[in-house]
């Protein structure tokens, strides 16, 4: 493992966010109120919904799809930011519910569809997008790794499974000229992103690096671009 993390230490969190009496029922950030529903990876745990939804190159007037949604920022200020469609998903079924409420509580449901899916599963073939959008959960864990509560795919990926079925999938749904972007964090394992990109036949473009100072650590947030070879 490359990082300081460590699963126990991550997963201390997640069991606040499932069980914590303090947890409030919303919170502030990007300068709006949202919700929060118990049981979804809550977007201030670290600067990384933040700092990327700050990041991210919305396609104006274009279609956006964000891979899990989690409490629905990205995908509700992509709408609010000018998409004129996002389709937002997440393995979470709380999760699904959160982001309903928040494009519903900022007055873009019109424009925001949200579906369970395991990655791309509940997609239709013909669905597009200008723009494909993953906050990954960065926190490398070997393939046996249990995920034991719905929170822990927010946070680790066995193996970089998730990552190489993201972007194994992608084309099937990209649209012509649209893009594919991940972000991540320097605590990633990006030697190992690297080579799940070189055997799917892309290369991995750095596009914007953010530092923040947190609670225990300076960490550096990384919105990447996936190209064709």
Request: aromatic share 8%.
């Amino acid at each position: 493992m490359t990082f300081e993390e460590t699963p126990e230490t991550v997963a201390e969190a997640l069991r606040h966010a499932l069980v914590g009496d303090d947890l409030p029922d919303s919170f502030t950030l990007l300068g709006r109120e949202w919700s929060l529903h118990r049981g979804v990876f809550p977007s201030t745990l670290s600067a990384a919904t933040e700092v990327l939804a700050s990041l991210v190159p919305y396609p104006s007037g274009g279609s956006f799809l964000e891979v899990g949604c989690g409490t629905g920022v990205i995908a509700v200020t992509a709408a609010l930011t000018g998409c004129a469609s996002v389709t937002a998903l997440d393995i979470n079924d709380k999760a699904v519910a959160n982001t309903v409420a928040n494009a519903e509580r900022h007055g873009v449901s019109d424009r925001v569809r949200v579906l369970h899916s395991d990655m791309y599963t509940a997609l239709e073939p013909v669905d597009r997008f200008d723009t494909i959008f993953w906050n990954v959960p960065w926190t490398y864990v070997e393939d046996d790794f249990v995920l034991s509560t719905d929170l822990h795919s927010a946070v680790f990926d066995p193996g970089y499974q998730g990552q190489a079925r993201y972007i194994a999938g992608a084309h099937k749904h990209l649209a012509d000229g649209g893009r594919l972007l991940l972000g991540t964090a320097d605590l990633g394992d990006h030697e190992r992103l690297d080579a799940i990109a070189e055997e799917a036949g892309v290369r991995v473009e750095l596009l914007r690096r953010v530092r923040r100072i947190e609670e225990v650590r300076v960490m550096e947030y990384h919105l990447l671009e996936l190209h064709a070879r």
